[in-house]
């Protein structure tokens, strides 16, 4: 067996080509999506190219927020993909592998390949996995011209489009869950962009829009909630709540949902188009870790440090993490800087100080012009950045979306440049208090 102990750095962004190695490093992020890729860049800047491991398994990197828009033709996927060595920091090994084992008790994680990474602090940026296959028939109906679509998967998201242009007429139905997912708030702008859509195109009064949703309410802020009901209302979208996704039959065109409050209630929809959300999870190699995540799966961390319950040389950043925001890369963006001050300071000897308060954003896009730009904290009170209500269906919080946070996201947050709009937030806010 070809086992040895190595620093792998000399080559740079090179993968390991060997099975079975060991290697070693002072930092190792495990994931290279949003979050990891942001706090990686940021210790780039102040570790030797040896001392931090990036561990991704993928040859792409997506920029996942813009999904929603090429669901709706307004983006194509090749705006939101770039390769995963372009943007991970230069000054990194990145192994093109993926975590198999997390063994924090011996500061080490094994790898899909057989090889041992072994560190002194890790922080663990997997992500959520979406479970397509956790409801029957759904990705025999992706597979086939049907009618089904979904934003989550960069290998399905063009399709909503191609579904979208087929309507003819019938229902067509929106779905969210009965799990964690990332970006609450994308189940449901596809199908405002659908009703705008079919508006445009003069089918809309052939079509019934549908929203089935596991949660008991539209959106978990208030504020924003009343918005959405109010769009909803005028648009003639129909919301039910608490109704829960459990079977596609594609031969059939039918969808089966069942009533999460009174379980003996299944009802069965035909439909023209399916949007689904999936089911979604942490990847297996951190479910089953269980020292170190929660009962959900989740890596258990202090919600306002992000440091591990358990290992205090353990962190963890984004949607993989225990912490009880709303999963959004905004999340991340505002997290990365806690994360790096407080493993810097946990690495310099003393406690961690950064607190994170839970800031995640929603640019909750109602139209092929319009956006919700909902703000809030734990507490899920807003935090709105700009000195006006964001409450509101507006333009320049769409154009925002669609040209302002692509840039910022390739170019600042992923080199470590963005911790959120917090500093651009206090400064319009001291010149404009809000009320
Ligand atoms: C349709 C859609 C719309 C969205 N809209 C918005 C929006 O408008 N605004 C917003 O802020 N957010 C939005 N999001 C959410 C946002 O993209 C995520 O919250 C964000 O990407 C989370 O970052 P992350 O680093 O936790 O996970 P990711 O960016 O998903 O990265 C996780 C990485 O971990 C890697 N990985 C997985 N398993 C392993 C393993 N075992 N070993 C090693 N690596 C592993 C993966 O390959 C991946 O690269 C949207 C997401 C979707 C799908």
């Known amino acids: ?159 909503t489009y191609r579904a979208l242009q087929k309507f003819e007429n019938g229902n067509a139905i929106f779905t969210f869950p009965n799990s964690p997912v990332k970006c609450p708030g994308a189940p449901q702008k596809i199908c405002y962009i659908t009703d705008h859509f079919l508006r445009k195109v003069g089918k809309r009064d052939k079509a019934n829009v549908i929203y089935n949703t596991s949660l008991p309410v539209i959106f978990g802020v208030k504020k924003y909630a009343d918005a959405l009901w109010k769009v909803c209302e005028e648009r003639n979208i129909n919301v039910n709540l608490r109704t829960n996704l459990i079977e596609v039959r594609p031969d059939k065109r039918e969808a089966v949902f069942q009533n999460l409050d009174k379980p003996e209630q299944v009802t069965t929809f035909e439909y023209s188009m399916l949007h689904v959300t999936p089911p979604m999870s942490t990847p297996p190699a951190l479910r089953t870790c269980r020292s170190l995540t929660n009962e959900s799966g989740f890596v258990d961390v202090d919600k306002s440090t992000l440091q591990s319950t358990k290992f205090s040389n353990v962190f963890a950043i984004g949607d993989c993490s225990s912490s009880p925001n709303s999963k959004t890369a905004a999340a991340a963006a505002a997290q990365c800087q806690v994360v790096f001050k407080n493993m810097k300071s946990v690495m310099d000897g003393k406690t961690p100080v950064s607190a994170y308060d839970g800031y995640a954003s929603c640019p909750l896009v109602t139209g092929y012009s319009t956006c919700i730009l909902a703000e809030f904290d734990y507490n899920l009170a807003p935090l709105e950045t700009f000195p006006f209500n964001q409450g509101r269906e507006l333009w320049s919080m769409y154009l925002m979306k669609k040209m302002l946070m692509p840039p910022l996201y390739w170019n600042l947050m992923l080199n470590g440049w963005w911790n959120g709009p917090a500093l651009v937030r206090n400064l319009l806010h001291l010149r404009f208090p809000q009320n």
Request: glycine share 10%; net charge neutral; with cysteine.
């Open 1 to 159: 067996m070809n086992v040895f102990f190595s620093h792998v750095a000399k080559r740079g962004f090179s993968t390991s080509n060997f099975n079975n190695a060991k290697h070693s490093c002072k930092v190792l992020v495990v994931g290279g999506g949003t979050g990891g890729c942001a706090t990686a860049a940021k210790f780039s800047k102040i570790l030797k190219k040896n001392e931090l491991i990036i561990l991704e398994p993928s040859e792409n990197h997506y920029y996942q927020p813009l999904f929603t828009l090429i669901g709706g033709g307004i983006s194509s996927l090749s705006d939101a993909r770039k390769n995963t060595k372009e943007v991970l920091p230069k000054n990194a090994v990145w192994l093109k592998d993926s975590a198999a084992e997390f063994n924090p008790q011996s500061n080490s994680v094994t790898t899909q390949n057989g090889d041992t990474i072994e560190y002194e602090f890790l922080l663990v940026a997997t992500g959520l996995q979406t479970d397509y296959d956790k409801i029957p028939g759904l990705v025999a109906g992706l597979n086939s011209d049907t009618g089904v679509c979904s934003n989550y998967s960069a290998k399905y998201v063009e399709g």
